[in-house]
């Protein structure tokens, strides 16, 4: 029965890839109609967006937003769409939609550059106002992944949710809460590749305690990318699906290991340190193919500035509810997040040269 299972899960993922894949004509006008999955990247003259394996570059100007639905013509090129035009644009309406944009706007009026974007950033996974330079200053040094929301995230959301609901409830009850709650900043985050994983990783840990069974990370990790493929087999190609499994799968492997040779190094440095250098070991070759380049201090650089990310989401996420109901304590509560990413931009800028 588990080999029948597993091999009809790994049919349909085959099945799923071989019936929406895509040639597109090369040099042939298109149009595409579609709803943006995923924050675009902002850039100084325009922003971008990711449509299954092509890249699609508009003006910046009218800023389009996740969920969002678009009508785009353009020429394909080498997989882009040249001299992209969009010709409709329908902003979403949809409650968390309007919730997200709601507290990144309290973020970036509240907050100078780039600190405002950072916090934007790590918490709610928005790289549509980060300032181009400081893009390339966290590309180079490697820490991009963290102003990205993640996987990560989610494991952080999860054990706030599960300190706090287990102080009014019992486990039992306090578990439905928790995956509702993960989902819930799943959504609010973007629902991007490593988000989804962790969410669908995380339901199967809860679940599990739910059913008062073990779960397997291994058993976990490969039914989530296997579920993911079923849903949206355009994933199998995208470069931040591949690097959430390697980087996780590479942590599993590795970390235990790598952190009982880091004894010498501070508490407060050494989970940081060796997390990141095991999901290096995994995901470096895949970088350096992919973009050219690795920076070899990098999982020093992580390891400098790990330690900020809980604070900051902590404090980032209390200021952005409560400025719903009270700005101005909420803007005086963002105000404890500065120092911390005072830290965080000075680290990026020293490793970045």
Known sequence: MRFLFWGTLVLLVIIRIFSVSTNYPEGKRIRITTRVRGQ?????????INFRDLKIYLPLY??????????VEGIIKEGKLEKATLTKLEKSQGILTTLREKIIGFYISSLPEPHASLIAGITLGSKSEIPEDFWKLLTKTGVA??????????????????????????RGKAIPLILVGIWLYAALAGLDAPIIRAAIMGSIAFGA?????????????????????????????????????????SMMLFQARVERFLKAVPGILREGFSTSLAAQIGVTPILFVTFGQFNLLSPVANALVLWTVPLIMVISGVSGLLALVFPNLAR?????SYPLTSWFIFIVKLFAY
């Open 332 to 336: 005086l509560t963002l105000y404890l």
């Open 145 to 170: 992944h963290v102003v990205v929301a993640s996987g990560s995230n989610v494991s952080l959301v999860a054990g706030f949710l599960v300190g706090i609901l287990t102080l009014f409830f019992t």
């Open 40 to 48: 675009p990247t902002r850039y100084r003259h325009y922003q971008k």
């Open 209 to 249: 305690q739910q059913l008062g069974k073990l779960s397997s990370a291994w058993r976990a990790l490969v039914l989530a990318a296997i579920l993911m493929l079923i849903i949206n087999p355009e994933w199998v190609g995208d470069i931040g699906f591949i690097l959430s499994f390697v980087a996780t799968a």
């Open 62 to 71: 009218p800023e389009i937003s996740y969920g969002d639905k678009i009508v």
